[in-house]
C-alpha cells in the first residue's frame, strides 16, 4: 500500500471531532483516529529501514526527517506483538510525529459521539469521545495529548 495523502490541518488546542475516522488496530484493540489530523498513511515492512520500533517512542524517516513514532500499544500497555507488515499514521502538528498501527480498518463517518466518564480510563484525557462502530463504541485518540502524555510518562521513566 502506497502512502495515502490527508488534507492537513493546524493543530488545535481543544480538539473538535471532523465526523470522520480512520480506524486502526493499536496492541490488539481498535481504537479511532480522527482524520483531520493525519497527514498521510503508509503501510511499510517491520524491516524497513526507515521505521525504527522501540518501547514507547521509535523514529520513522518522513520526508528525508526523522520524527518521534508513538507505540501506544506499549504506553497502553496492550499486547505489543507485530505483524511483518504495519501502518503508519503521520499526524499533522508543529513538529509531525507517527503513529505505529498493527493493521488499517479504514475510513468511517460516524456524525454522533459519546461522552466518557472519566473516572473509567487509565489516562481520560487522551479519549475524548467514543463512537458507534459494528455494534460496539471505539475510542477516539486525541493523538496530540497521547504524545505530551507518552513524553511525560518516558521523561518520569529516565529514558528520554
Known amino acids: 500500500m502506497q502512502s495515502l495523502p ?4 493546524a493543530h488545535n488546542s481543544s480538539p473538535a471531532y471532523s465526523g470522520e475516522v480512520v480506524i486502526v488496530e493499536i496492541g490488539g484493540r481498535l481504537f479511532g483516529i480522527d482524520t483531520a ?8 515492512a517491520l ?3 526507515r521505521l525504527i520500533v522501540e518501547p514507547y517512542f521509535g523514529s520513522y ?4 526527517t526523522k520524527i518521534p513514532l508513538l507505540n501506544l500499544a506499549d ?3 496492550l499486547n ?4 511483518e507488515t504495519v501502518f503508519i499514521v503521520v499526524v499533522s502538528a508543529e513538529v509531525p510525529f507517527a503513529i505505529l498501527a498493527s493493521r488499517l480498518l479504514g475510513k468511517f463517518r460516524s456524525e454522533q459521539t459519546f461522552a466518557l466518564p472519566q473516572e473509567a480510563f487509565r489516562y481520560p484525557q487522551l479519549y475524548p469521545f467514543a463512537f458507534e462502530f459494528n455494534g460496539s463504541h471505539l475510542l477516539l485518540i ?7 502524555y ?11
Request: hydrophobic share 45%; glycine share 2%.
Open 142 to 148: 486525541d493523538v496530540h495529548r497521547a504524545l505530551q
Open 37 to 44: 489530523v493525519i497527514k498521510s498513511i503508509s503501510e511499510l
Open 6 to 9: 490527508m488534507a492537513p490541518v
Open 75 to 77: 504506553f497502553f500497555s
Open 150 to 160: 507518552m513524553t511525560q510518562h518516558v521523561q518520569a521513566l529516565g529514558q528520554l
Open 61 to 64: 524517516l518522513y520526508q528525508n
Open 47 to 49: 524491516t524497513d529501514e
Open 80 to 83: 505489543t506483538a507485530l505483524p
